[in-house]
C-alpha cells in the first residue's frame, strides 16, 4: 500500500481502538486477580480465528463472529479463572507460581489456535497463517465497516461498564474488590463472584477485538504473543488502577507505534538490512520499561496526585 | 539400528546438557536467590548471538584479510574456506573457541546487567514483565539486524574442533557436555557454601538479610549478572552444536518457559530436582522431534503442537497437586549443628 499520512492514520487509529478493548479487560483482571493474565493477547486470537471460520468457512458476513466470539472468549475467561488461577489459589500457590500459571495457559492456548490453523488449512483448504479479511469487510457510508464499528462499540461498552461499574450494587462490590479483596470479603462482598465476573468481561472484550482484528491487520495464530506486549504497554503507561487511564494509554501506544514508526522509516528506511518498521515492538517495550523505571504508577497516577492536592493542598505543602 | 540409537542417544545427551547449564542458572537466580528471571532467553540468545557474530568474522578477518567478500551475503563461500583453514589449524581454532565462548559470557554478563539496573528493586509482577520485555527486545534486534546475526535467515558458525578429525557428533558431544559438567560442579561447590546459604536467607526473607547488614539488591544484581553470563555459554554452545545461529529461534518457550518447567517440574532450589526436571523434560521433546514423523500422518496437524499442549497442562497439574516438585529441596545440614548426636546437642 502507498504511504499517505490518512492511511497511516486510520491505521493507527483500528489498532489503538482494538488494543483498548484489550487493555479495559487486562486491567480488569489485573485489579481483581491481583496477577497479570499473559494469555490476554492468545484470548484475542482466538477471536481472531471464529472470525475467520465464520467469513471463510460458513461464507457468512464476518461480524456474524461478533456475539459469538464475545460469548466463547468469554467462557474460555470464566474456565481459565476456574480451571486454573481459582484452583492455585486454593491449593494455596504462592504469587510467582500463579504469574507463571497464566504464562502456561498461554501456551496451551496458542498451541490449540495452531492446531486449529493447521486443521482449517488440511480440511478446509482455507489460508490460516499470515491472512487478513479486508476484502470481506463491509461498507458503511462508503468507509470501511470496522472504521465505524470497532469506536461504536468501544464507546458502547466503555459506557455500559462505567454504568456497571459505579451505578449498579455489583459495581460497587466490584470497585470493594478492587481496593482490597480481604476486607471486601469480611462485608459479605463474594470476591470469587466478583471475579468471575470480571475474568467473563475481559474474555468478552478480548473476543470482540479480535473477532475484528483480521478484518484490518494480518494475522496469524501467534499474534497473541505480540499482541501481549501492547497490552502491558498501554496498561502500564496509562496506569493499572484505572480503566479509563487503559483507553488512553492504548491510544498513546497505538499511535506512537504504528503512525511513529510509519512516519520515522520515512526518514530512515532501514536499518541492518530491514526496514524500520520491522523494529515496530521495540517502542512498546522502550515505553514501558522508561514508565516502569520513572513513573510505575503510569499517567494516572499524575491524576491521583493532582486530585489528592485538590482534596488536601496544605497536607502536600507542608 | 544401533547407530540410529547412538545418534539419538547423542542427540539428546547434547540438549540435556544445554538445557542443563541453563536450568542451573535458573536454580541460581530463582530456585536460590528467588529472583523471577522471566528473561532467561535474552541472556541464551544474547550468547548464541555472539556466537554468529564474533567467531566467525574474526576467523575471516584472520585467514581472508583481503577478502572482498560481504561477511553476511557471501556467509556460506567464507564458511567454507574458513573451516578448511581451521581444520587444519587447531591453535586457532582453541583461540577462536575460547574467544567465543568468553565473548557469549560477556555479553551474557552485560545484558542480565542493562535487564537488573532498572527492575530489581521492583514488584515481582513488574520484574517479571520487564524481563520478559527485555528478551523480546533482543529478540527483536538479533532478529532484523542483519550485520549481528544474519537476521531471520541466520549465520554460519565455523567449525571450531574440525582439527580434531572426530565425527562432527562426538566433537559436539564433548564440547557441549564437558562444559555442561563444568557448569554443575562449579554451581554445586558455590551454591553448597555460606554464599548459598546467604542467597537462600535472601530468598526466605529480605527484611532479615538486610538486618543482619547484607546488601539485598546488589547481591540480588550479581545474581542475576552471574546467572546471565551462565546462561549465555548454552546459547553459544547452542549455536557450535548447531553449526548456524537463527535468530528467530531464541524465543521465550523454548529458552525461557521450558527451562522454568524443567525447574518447577523438578524442584526449585534443589540440584537433583533440577537435572531429573531437565532429564525428564528434554528426553520427552526430542524423542517427539526425532519420532513425529511416525504419528503425523494419521493427524491433520502438527505434532509439535500437541506436544507444547501436553507439557503446558502437565506443568499445571504439577503445579496444582505438586507444587514444590518431584525431587523438593532439603533443609541445610551446617558442619557441627546437624551431625551431632542427641547427647551432644543437650550437652551444648
Keep these: 500500500m502507498p504511504f499517505t499520512p490518512l492511511i497511516v492514520l486510520t491505521h493507527a487509529f483500528i489498532f489503538s481502538t482494538l488494543l483498548a478493548f484489550l487493555t479495559l479487560g487486562f486491567n480488569l483482571t489485573y485489579q481483581t486477580a491481583r496477577i497479570p493474565n499473559w494469555a490476554h493477547g492468545t484470548f484475542a486470537a482466538l477471536g481472531v480465528f471464529i472470525t475467520l471460520t465464520v467469513a471463510r468457512v460458513w461464507n457468512m458476513n464476518p461480524y456474524v463472529s461478533l456475539p459469538i466470539s464475545f460469548m466463547v472468549v468469554a467462557t474460555l475467561g470464566v474456565s ?35 492446531i486449529i490453523a493447521d486443521y482449517l488449512m488440511f480440511v478446509y483448504k482455507v489460508s490460516s497463517r499470515i491472512f487478513i479479511l479486508r476484502d470481506m469487510d463491509v461498507k458503511l457510508f462508503g468507509l470501511p465497516g470496522i472504521l465505524i464499528v470497532a469506536p461504536t462499540l468501544l ?53 470482540v477485538s479480535g473477532a475484528l482484528l483480521p478484518l484490518w491487520f494480518l494475522s496469524d495464530p501467534g499474534i497473541g504473543t505480540m499482541l501481549i506486549i501492547d497490552i502491558f504497554a498501554a496498561s502500564i503507561l496509562g496506569g493499572i488502577r484505572s480503566v479509563y487511564a487503559a483507553i488512553l494509554g492504548s491510544y498513546i501506544i497505538g499511535l506512537t507505534e504504528v503512525a511513529g514508526t510509519a512516519f520515522l522509516s520515512q526518514i530512515i528506511p532501514e536499518v541492518g538490512g530491514v526496514s524500520l518498521s520491522s523494529y515496530r515492538l521495540l517502542v512498546p517495550l522502550t515505553v514501558l520499561v522508561i514508565t516502569l523505571m520513572f513513573m510505575p504508577r503510569g499517567l494516572y497516577g499524575f491524576y491521583e496526585d493532582y486530585k489528592e492536592r485538590k482534596i488536601r493542598p496544605k497536607e502536600v505543602e507542608a | ?71 553476511v551475503k557471501d556467509n556460506p563461500t567464507i564458511m567454507t574456506q574458513i573451516n578448511m583453514v581451521l581444520g587444519k589449524d587447531p591453535m586457532l581454532s582453541i583461540m577462536l573457541l575460547v574467544v567465543t565462548i568468553l565473548g557469549a559470557m560477556a555479553v551474557g554478563a552485560i545484558l542480565g546487567f542493562i535487564a537488573t539496573m532498572p527492575a530489581i528493586r521492583l514488584r515481582a509482577d513488574f520484574l517479571m514483565m520487564t524481563l520478559i520485555a527485555f528478551a523480546e527486545a533482543v529478540r527483536i ?94 546459547g553459544a554452545l547452542s549455536g557450535i552444536y548447531i553449526g548456524n545461529v537463527i535468530p528467530p529461534a531464541y524465543t521465550r518457550y523454548d529458552w525461557t518457559f521450558w527451562p522454568w518447567l524443567m525447574l518447577m517440574l523438578g524442584g526449585r532450589g534443589s540440584e537433583m530436582g533440577a537435572l531429573a526436571g531437565t532429564a525428564s523434560i528434554v528426553v520427552i521433546r526430542r524423542l517427539v522431534a526425532i519420532y513425529k514423523h511416525g504419528i503425523q500422518p494419521f493427524i491433520p496437524f502438527d505434532v509439535v503442537w500437541l506436544e507444547r499442549m501436553a507439557l503446558g497442562i502437565a506443568f499445571l497439574i504439577v503445579m496444582i497437586f505438586k507444587p514444590e516438585g518431584l525431587l523438593p529441596e532439603r533443609p541445610i545440614k551446617i558442619k557441627g549443628i546437624h551431625d551431632l548426636s542427641e547427647d551432644e546437642l543437650k550437652e551444648e
Design chain 1, 80 to 114: 481459565v479463572y476456574l480451571g486454573v488461577v481459582y484452583t492455585l489459589k486454593k491449593a494455596g500457590a504462592p504469587e510467582i507460581i500463579l504469574l507463571i500459571s497464566t504464562l502456561a495457559v498461554d501456551i496451551v492456548l496458542t498451541a490449540f489456535l495452531n
Design chain 1, 155 to 207: 464507546v458502547v461498552f466503555t459506557a455500559i461498564f462505567s454504568y456497571m461499574l459505579y451505578r449498579t450494587k455489583f459495581g460497587i462490590a466490584m470497585r470493594g474488590t478492587v481496593e482490597s479483596p480481604e476486607l471486601a470479603s469480611i462485608l459479605g462482598i463474594n470476591t470469587d463472584k466478583v471475579n468471575l465476573v470480571s475474568w467473563f468481561i475481559t474474555g468478552g472484550l478480548a473476543g
Design chain 2, 1 to 71: 539400528m544401533v547407530l540410529v540409537f547412538l545418534q539419538v542417544l547423542i542427540d539428546v545427551t547434547i540438549f540435556l546438557s544445554l538445557y542443563t547449564i541453563v536450568t542451573t542458572a535458573l536454580n541460581y537466580q530463582y530456585g536460590y536467590t528467588g529472583i523471577p528471571n522471566f528473561g532467561l532467553a535474552f541472556a541464551v540468545a544474547g550468547g548464541a548471538y555472539i556466537t554468529g557474530f564474533l567467531p566467525g568474522r574474526l576467523a575471516f578477518l584472520l585467514i581472508m584479510p583481503d577478502s572482498k567478500l560481504d561477511y
Design chain 2, 141 to 234: 534486534i538479533g532478529m532484523n539486524y542483519e550485520p549481528l546475526a544474519g537476521g531471520t535467515l541466520g549465520i554460519g558458525v565455523p567449525r571450531m574442533l574440525k582439527w580434531t578429525g572426530l565425527s562432527a557428533d562426538l566433537q559436539n558431544l564433548i564440547l557441549v557436555g564437558g562444559l555442561g559438567l563444568i557448569v554443575v560442579i562449579i554451581n554445586w561447590f558455590m551454591l553448597h557454601s555460606p554464599y548459598g546459604r546467604l542467597l537462600r536467607a535472601i530468598r526466605e526473607s529480605e527484611d532479615a538479610a538486610i538486618a543482619v547488614g547484607k546488601d539485598v539488591n546488589r547481591i540480588r544484581m550479581e545474581v542475576m549478572v552471574v546467572g546471565s553470563a551462565i546462561a549465555a555459554v548454552a
